[in-house]
């Protein structure tokens, strides 16, 4: 059987717990998958601003920049179309902060999650071919 093609074989972990990175980091790394991570969404964007285009797993409560206000700046500053973004919190978000960022969301992962669908969600996304890039 033929091993799927990855189109997005980059990921950023954006995540405060230490545990959590570490093991996404271990499961993507197993995959094939080259990963970056970042402790709360000023760092996530020091990486953008390096040049990271890819899948970014993304929390919404850290210290420093959470992230909403991560989304937000990328959109900002010109970030979003490079990048797909995977929420994976604890946190519901509803209303005003949630219709902001909702476009810009490609799914949406509660913890405690699921290892397995964590990993089915990325391995089709990263299959995907890369949306057209705006000139």
């Known amino acids: 059987m033929n091993e799927p093609e990855y189109y997005q074989k980059k990921i950023m972990i954006v995540d405060d717990d230490p545990d959590i990175v570490y093991s996404l980091r ?3 790394e197993s995959q094939g998958f080259q990963v970056t991570t970042a ?3 000023r760092n996530c964007l020091l990486e953008l601003e390096k040049g990271f285009q890819g899948i970014i797993i993304l929390d919404l ?3 420093m920049m959470d992230g909403v206000e991560t989304i937000k700046k990328m ?5 979003i179309d490079q990048n797909i973004i995977i929420v994976l919190t604890a946190k519901r978000i509803q209303g005003d902060e949630f219709n ?3 476009p ?3 799914d949406y992962i509660t913890k405690p999650f699921d290892i397995n669908i964590l990993l089915q969600t990325i391995k ?3 299959q995907r071919p890369p949306p057209k890039r705006r000139l």
């Not at 959109?75 to 970030?79: A, P, S, Y």
């Open 26 to 28: 271990e499961l993507f």
């Open 39 to 41: 402790e709360n969404g």
């Open 61 to 63: 409560m850290m210290p």
């Open 75 to 79: 959109t900002i500053d010109g970030f």
């Open 100 to 102: 902001e960022i909702y």
């Open 104 to 106: 810009y969301i490609n």
């Open 124 to 126: 089709k996304i990263a």
